[in-house]
């Protein structure tokens, strides 16, 4: 049971409100007497080890050692977190204990939760690119001080004010009960991916990659992608469908923004982004992952529901490019779209076929029949023309960069 209102810990923190409970504890909200302003106070209260007695103290009635571990880890990672600075990590201030327990201080955050701020159907692609690209910039960070958030998903996303988005709940991310006897992880079906529910102690930057990419899908569809366990049943028949081949989505966002999703949420880790600079150079189109045929998708009918009824795919919203918005080119081709490479190609190779029978008939006229300089002065510069434009085309072709439909 939480504190109730009024609550003062540690002298300092009265409790006004309860803004979340869970298995692993309670997260308040409650006015700093000393900083003068509103604070997020995380309780550590591992509810299956713990009751709170009348006093408002908490009293073991589990396994005294699991308890015991749990709470100094629980303070070890909050004075972790607190080191951390980036404008989309909530800002940690500190802990202290105080009724038996542990308490992390934590910015209080004016916002929404990511996952009611739009309706599926209402997403623009300059918004959802945006968000991604700060959310991918602080799991850079992240990695960069080895720290894995381990339980990304809409929930502990929440949009300030500004539009900002902020990474919430690192405590709750890597709890666990016991390194001898019983491990506990975070998994949210959906979110979590197969190395993590294999290995809930895995630490890869490849499961943040993964749950952020489940998150996006959630906005777009509605729902979170299968569950990672249902997915492996039969790799050969994925129930997931790609966002990337489905017409509804085509018709409103980017092919790369779309791919960018399927590719974060592939089973097989080779087959993903390794991290989140990964992602971030594919955005750029500076990075191609490693190819993999995708089973046919499933034909899906996405429609959501609103107020007024239902938001079905409309043809004539097709996206068109707004100023100021990113865009990408497509990276996957129609079935006869020619690339460009084999244009260029057979563009070369053609002139320079051309160019040499034409000069080799200025030879045969000149030294074979006694022609005139005439046929001299007319055509070879043209043959010359021939030649000098293919060559030109086969080193454009040699050393530009171009890419193969699909290959980005």
């Not at 308040?28 to 550590?44: F, M, P, T």
């Not at 779309?258 to 992602?279: C, M, N, Q, T």
Request: hydrophobic residues 35%; negative net charge.
């Amino acid at each position: 049971m939480p504190h109730t209102p009024g609550t003062v810990l540690n002298e300092r923190f009265t409790i006004d409100s309860v803004l979340g409970k869970g298995g692993f504890g309670v997260t308040y909200r409650a006015w700093d007497d000393q900083a003068g302003r509103y604070v997020a106070l995380k309780e550590n209260f591992p509810s299956w080890l713990v009751q709170r007695d009348a006093g408002g103290g908490l009293h073991v009635v589990g396994d005294d050692r699991q308890f015991r571990w749990a709470l100094r880890h629980f303070i070890s990672e909050a004075k972790l977190l607190s080191s951390l600075k980036h404008p989309n990590i909530v800002r940690g201030y500190g802990t202290f204990e105080d009724f038996n327990t542990a308490y992390f201080i934590m910015e209080y955050l004016e916002g929404t939760p990511l996952l009611n701020l739009r309706n599926p159907g209402d997403w623009r692609e300059d918004e959802l690119m945006y968000l991604l690209e700060a959310l991918l910039d602080a799991l850079v960070y992240l990695r960069k001080r080895n720290v894995c958030h381990r339980d990304i998903k809409p929930a502990n996303i929440i949009i300030r004010n500004d539009f900002s988005p902020v990474l919430i709940d690192f405590g709750a991310a890597k709890q666990e009960v016991s390194t001898e006897t019983y491990t506990c992880g975070f998994m949210t079906s959906g979110f979590t991916s197969p190395e993590q529910i294999a290995d809930p102690n895995c630490l890869a930057p490849s499961i943040d990659v993964y749950a952020l990419g489940a998150t996006f899908y959630c906005l777009l569809t509605g729902n979170p992608p299968p569950g990672a366990p249902e997915r492996q049943l039969n790799r050969d028949h994925d129930t997931y469908s790609p966002l990337a081949s489905n017409p509804y989505f085509n018709s409103r966002f980017s092919e790369r923004l779309l791919r960018s999703i399927d590719v974060a949420l592939e089973l097989d880790p080779k087959y993903r982004f390794a991290h989140a600079g990964e992602w971030q150079k594919f955005l750029k189109n500076k990075f191609t992952p490693k190819a993999k045929t995708h089973p046919r998708p499933q034909e899906v009918d996405y429609t959501f529901s609103d107020e007024q009824g239902t938001l079905p795919y409309d043809p004539s919203s097709r996206r068109s490019s707004s100023p100021g918005q990113n865009s990408y080119r497509s990276s996957a081709a129609e079935d006869d779209e020619i690339p460009m490479s084999t244009i260029l190609l057979w563009a070369g190779n053609l002139c320079i076929v051309l160019g040499c029978i034409l000069g080799a008939c200025i030879v045969v006229t000149l030294f074979g029949a006694g022609g005139s300089s005439h046929a001299l002065d007319s055509c070879l510069p043209l043959a010359g023309i021939l030649l000098g434009i293919g060559f030109i085309l086969r080193l454009i072709l040699r050393f530009g960069s171009f890419s193969d439909p699909g290959d980005s």
